[in-house]
């Protein structure tokens, strides 16, 4: 908007500015131009706005300007702050994303799988005391008993984890933008996790009781917990989870055969010492096996694309 000159003879201090600037129409600065004419002040005025002008045109030429080098350097700096701090936040945004995936599989897992595990547990120790009243000197019985209801708790568990006829969020996986395959992994973790916790404390209260350190139950179970789970989640996604807690039993009771007969026969030995204890080749084994399941998961068609 142009500045207005006032229309009677006071003093026009305001539109001096803009008169200087050349910013008022031809009709405004003819009237300036006669009002400087019979006013001192006005002109007296306008003269310390002219040099105010040239002092700051002067600055600004006596200044050198950067090289283009220099700002090219600058405003690629600025770029690179913007790039990373948007890396950032978008990384917080994914963690934050699988995050909320993680959490909220806790209540579409069906709660009999956490309810069974603890059962189990319980169930494990009270055979464990009830049927070895000399357990302190036959250890090695109240071991294989642990490792097999821990590895078949953990392999149920899993196998009936994922499976539209046992999945209460079915549809509401299907209708996200959420990989089924993530969905699969934050299962895992979670189901494996909490038997694992389970068993643990369940380590810990035998251990107490019939003498020993923690780690020596826990290493009797913990590798083949991971390899049964891994072939559970293996068998349930190809052949479903009836088939997949079938082959988990079998597993788990020619295991408990196999430590049975180990000293008789030499070759069941070196399986059991290779795969049925905690040991790299047992963990690179189920890593590999879960591998397998989670990129042989299908990629079911997503409602929220369709």
């Not at 897992?109 to 059962?119: E, R």
């Not at 035998?206 to 049964?228: N, Q, Y």
Request: aromatic share 8%; proline share 4%; hydrophobic share 55%.
């Amino acid at each position: 908007m142009m500045p207005r000159m006032s229309q009677n003879n006071q003093h026009i201090s305001d539109v001096l500015p803009a008169y200087l600037n050349g910013r008022l129409d031809a009709a405004g600065a003819e009237r300036v131009r006669a009002h400087l004419e019979t006013c001192a002040d006005c002109r007296h005025e306008l003269s310390a706005w002219e040099a105010v002008s040239g002092a700051a045109r002067l600055a600004s030429v006596s200044l050198p300007a950067p090289s283009p080098m220099l700002m090219n350097a600058v405003w690629a700096k600025i770029d690179a702050q913007d790039k990373a701090t948007g890396q950032q936040k978008s990384m917080q945004r994914v963690m934050y994303h699988l995050w909320l995936v993680f959490t909220r599989q806790i209540p579409l897992i069906h709660k009999s799988i956490w309810v069974a595990s603890i059962l189990v547990n319980v169930l494990m120790c009270v055979l464990v005391f009830l049927s070895h009243a000399s357990a302190r000197h036959n250890l090695q019985g109240v071991e294989g008993v642990l490792s097999l209801f821990t590895t078949i708790a953990a392999a149920t568990g899993v196998a009936f984890m994922y499976q539209a006829e046992h999945d209460a969020g079915y549809e509401i996986i299907l209708s996200t933008p959420t990989s089924i395959r993530i969905v699969m992994i934050c299962r895992m973790i979670l189901v494996v996790g909490y038997n694992m916790a389970l068993a643990a404390v369940t380590s810990a209260i035998i251990a107490i009781t019939l003498g020993g350190t923690l780690w020596d139950f826990m290493h009797i179970w913990l590798g083949p917990m991971l390899l049964l789970a891994s072939i559970s989640l293996t068998v349930a996604v190809i052949f479903g989870s009836v088939v997949s807690v079938a082959v988990s039993l079998l597993l788990a009771v020619m295991q408990a055969i196999a430590t049975s007969f180990e000293q008789a026969i030499p070759l069941i030995h070196v399986l059991r010492a290779n795969l049925l204890q905690t040991t790299p080749t047992a963990f690179f084994i189920a890593f590999l096996l879960i591998v397998f399941a989670v990129y042989y998961a299908p990629r079911q068609p997503r409602l929220s694309n369709s």
